[in-house]
């Protein structure tokens, strides 16, 4: 196995068959503190110790669609829904700007009453008032020609997570009238139009093997994105998954680090689903290989609607209030948060801060 590292360090590519080999060798624990000490040293090489921050507005829970592992799908009766405001995005804004944060991610359901106007609108009105900031959006599957509008309005980068590079295992996570083909269009469009891309998937999700993960490994490697998000899959009890178990913490960083190793320039978030199934699992997070935290900064009065699965994180550690105990609990291993817009390395115009 230590020979699949070395070639991944040298930067050298893996075969599908190969990256399966070495995922289920995951509870190996020599090999995966191998693993981690070479994520965090490739991660350190392109970044430093620097930890990018990124203030999530999770600005609607209304969804049209009915993905099947979602607390948000739109089969789910129970859920109170909600959806922000313009003024109360910008408020949010405000807030994170006052505490740090060079760039916002705004993220809901598939929302029909965000049309591409409102969007439009918004994102406008985002990009005049904080000119030094970074706008992601992650609001699923458009057209080309509303990415080419949000974009051309001012949005920088897109998370829209490709949930699985297997296309059985996409149709057993999907309703019929969603399509993998369709979801990776999706991503080839929006990397066309020059945004910067985030793709990812969750560990553990239903039906999900260690071939599986390899083929995800395999397609970011093809597709080389700027971001990765991936954290566990953890049950919702309204979903038709409520009886699935949660994707493990050793798992889960194992993929972290693998991503590090296998796109050492990329941006990687030690996400909030990890800080759900493990206390530590920010922290453990960072010292597999992610140098990206994403606090939340949805107003107070929704955080606990946007419930995409049981138990979620978001006070505490997880709340962009406490950034000053995030910078303390990063600086005791040794990493410390920057206020920057924390661009791919690909993509800094000036400065490494883009400030
Ligand atoms: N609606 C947009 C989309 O699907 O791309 C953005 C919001 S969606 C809630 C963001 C991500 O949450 C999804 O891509 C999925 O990977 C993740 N997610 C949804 N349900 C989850 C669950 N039960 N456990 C862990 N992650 C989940
Ligand atoms: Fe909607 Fe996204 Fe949840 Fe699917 S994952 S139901 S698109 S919010």
């Known amino acids: 196995m230590i020979e699949y590292l070395d070639r991944l360090t040298a930067g050298e590519p893996l075969s599908e068959k190969e990256y399966a ?9 020599a090999l995966s503190e191998e693993l981690f000490a070479r994520a965090r040293a490739g991660r350190e090489r ?8 990124r203030g999530l507005i999770e600005f609607t829970n209304y969804c049209k669609n009915d993905c099947l592992y979602c607390g948000l799908r739109c089969s789910n009766r129970q859920l109170e829904r909600y959806r922000l405001k313009e003024e109360e995005i910008l408020s949010c804004c405000q807030s994170g700007y006052a505490l740090g944060f060079r760039t916002f991610v705004l993220q809901g359901g598939e929302d029909p009453f965000f049309t591409d106007e409102r969007m439009v609108h918004l994102i406008s009105r985002i990009r005049q008032a904080f000119p030094d900031c970074a706008l992601t959006l992650s609001i699923g599957e458009k057209s080309r020609e509303s990415y080419r509008r949000y974009r051309q309005a001012g949005a920088d980068r897109f998370l829209l997570r490709h949930e699985t590079a297997d296309e059985a295992h996409y149709r057993f996570l999907h309703p019929p009238a969603l399509s993998w083909h369709h979801r990776m269009n999706c991503l080839k469009d929006l990397k ?20 599986c ?13 700027h971001m990765v998000g991936l954290g566990p899959f953890i049950p919702q009890h309204d979903t038709p998954f409520a009886g699935y178990p949660a994707g493990g913490l050793s798992l889960t960083l194992f993929m972290l680090a693998l991503v590090r190793l296998t796109l050492p320039s990329v941006l990687l978030p030690a996400t909030t689903a990890l800080s759900t199934i493990h206390p530590e699992g920010r922290i453990r997070g960072i010292l597999a290989g992610a140098n990206v935290v994403m606090p939340n900064l949805s ?14 994180a978001f006070l505490g550690a997880e709340a962009a209030e406490a950034v000053d105990s995030l910078s303390q609990s990063m600086k005791s291993i040794g990493y410390h948060v920057v206020v920057s817009r924390g661009d791919h390395p690909s993509c800094r115009t000036t400065s490494p801060a883009g400030e």
Request: with cysteine; net charge negative.
């Open 46 to 53: 392109v970044f430093g110790k620097e930890v990018y921050i």
């Open 21 to 29: 080999l070495l995922i289920r060798h995951h509870e190996d624990q």
């Open 299 to 312: 107003p107070l009065l929704v955080r606990d609607k946007y419930t995409l699965y049981d138990n979620k």
């Open 213 to 225: 993960l390899a083929k995800d490994m395999v397609f970011l490697r093809a597709f080389s994105p």
């Open 192 to 211: 066309e139009l020059g945004y910067q891309v985030g793709c990812g998937f969750m560990v553990g999700s239903p039906g999900q093997t260690c071939d």
